[in-house]
């Protein structure tokens, strides 16, 4: 027999379903923290009311299941869902509640570089930086430069832009038999750096490279300190050409040692500029400044083991991925900055 | 880490009788050659099928750091100091 509770003492018939009385209906769900980063395991919240319904999100977040903003489980594809807060709701037998969930970027993070072994290994990107299109030019990469074994009096381009203009375009290093300055030819010949790069250690390089109606005017930073300043060529260069990763291969230069953190910028960085990036002598996060190409070299990589092309994934503005050539798989390293 | 892969240099006739998914070359358009383009450069860590069955036969059979010998001096490398 059961029995009725009738607290504002209503008058009337009462209905008693066939089933008895069920249950109340529920919505209730929760995630276990109110944001994620898309670097951390896509989460699954828990229905603490009546299971069986259906999760419903704003457009941009991805659930697991269906690869939509519509799902029966609920989990979120945290790497596929955009960077924004999203409502979420949860509807089951018409009753419906909702949260609201934070997708924020990955932290930054560097555990990869990319050895090349002075022979024939590099990476092509398909970044024209001929000066007519872009005048001003800032090229900046980490290098680990390991020149055992190799001749003396040599250049090679950890960085630089494939040309037929025979100096100046590339962040070039010249190896004298024992240390590695960097080199930059214009007026007045040749001028070098000051600090050797072939120590075994990470470094720092950034090269600006500014139109000037009288040429092109180079500044070469190491590790944020300007050590060539205002060096000038009456060429303005670089005349065509795609900025390549390890090696021109037009001047048989090829880099050996690590690349870590590879950007470009269409502009000439202010010393203030440098200094971030430069940070306290290890990479950061550099898309604040907008670079026109940002290859991380190792993350934001894939390997097709098929074709044996490593391709890296621009973090710039430009959309001009890199692809490897000549390289393997086990090149990708854990030896960062 | 050390390199203990064979580096091995060919007449530039024989580029067309590369298997590249036998070596560490991408393509016939990457190969590394010498200056005056007769000859170029392949490296694999298993001896590929076209030269064991002598299909090519190698101009020279190097290890890592004989090649970078090689590749140092002017018939590989221009000198722009």
Redesign the interface.
């Known amino acids: 027999m059961p029995i009725l509770y009738n607290k504002d003492k209503k008058n009337g018939l009462f209905y008693i379903p066939s089933g008895g009385l069920g249950p109340s209906v529920s919505a209730a769900f929760s995630y276990d923290k109110s944001s994620y980063n898309q670097s951390e395991s896509d989460p699954t919240p828990t229905i603490t009311g009546t299971a069986g319904g259906s999760f419903n999100a704003t457009a941009g977040l991805v659930f697991v299941d269906t690869g939509t903003h519509n799902s029966s489980t609920g989990q979120i594809d945290l790497s596929a869902s955009t960077i924004d807060n999203h409502s979420i709701t949860y509807t089951v037998d018409g009753v419906q509640s909702g949260v609201t969930i934070g997708v924020t970027a990955a932290p930054f993070s560097n555990v990869y570089s990319f050895?090349f072994?002075?022979?024939?290994e590099?990476f092509s990107t398909g970044l024209s930086l001929a000066y007519t299109a872009v005048p001003n030019v800032t090229l900046s990469c980490w290098v680990k430069v390991n020149y055992t074994?190799?001749?003396?009096?040599?250049?090679s381009y950890p960085v630089g832009i494939n040309s037929s203009h025979?100096?100046g375009s590339p962040i070039r290093l010249?190896y004298n038999g024992s240390t590695s300055l960097i080199l930059i030819?214009g007026q007045g010949g040749?001028t070098f750096g000051t600090t050797n790069l072939n120590d075994g250690n990470w470094h720092h390089i950034l090269q600006t490279i500014q139109y000037d109606t009288g040429g092109t005017i180079f500044n070469v930073y190491i590790d944020s300190v300007k050590e060539i300043t205002d060096k000038l060529l009456y060429a303005h260069i670089p005349l065509t050409g795609d900025f390549v990763i390890a090696g021109i291969?037009t001047?048989?230069?090829?880099f050996?040692g690590n690349i870590d953190e590879v950007s470009v910028f269409n502009s000439v960085l202010s010393q203030t500029d440098i200094n971030t990036i430069y940070g306290s002598g290890t990479p950061s996060n550099i898309s604040s400044l907008n670079p026109l190409a940002w290859y991380r070299m190792g993350e934001e990589a894939t390997f097709n083991s098929g074709?044996?092309?490593w391709t890296l994934t621009d973090q710039g503005s430009g959309g001009n991925d890199a692809t490897?050539?000549?390289?393997?798989e086990a090149d990708r390293?854990t030896d960062t900055p | 880490?050390e390199?203990n892969r064979t580096?091995t240099i060919l007449n530039i006739s024989d580029l067309a009788k590369v298997d590249f998914?036998q070596v560490?070359?991408?393509s016939a358009n990457?190969?590394?050659k010498s200056?005056d383009e007769t000859q170029f450069?392949i490296?694999y860590n298993t001896t590929p099928t076209f030269i064991s069955d002598k299909a090519v036969t190698p101009i020279d059979v190097l290890n890592?750091?004989e090649?970078?010998?090689l590749?140092?001096?002017d018939a590989?490398?221009?000198?722009?100091?």
């Open positions: 050895e072994d002075g022979v024939d590099t074994g190799v001749g003396a009096h040599t250049s025979p100096n010249h030819q040749n291969t001047s048989t230069k090829y050996k074709t044996g092309i490897s050539n000549n390289m393997e390293k | 880490m390199n580096y998914s560490g070359e991408t990457t190969v590394r200056i450069a490296k890592y750091s090649v970078l010998a590749m140092a001096t590989w490398s221009t000198n722009e100091e």
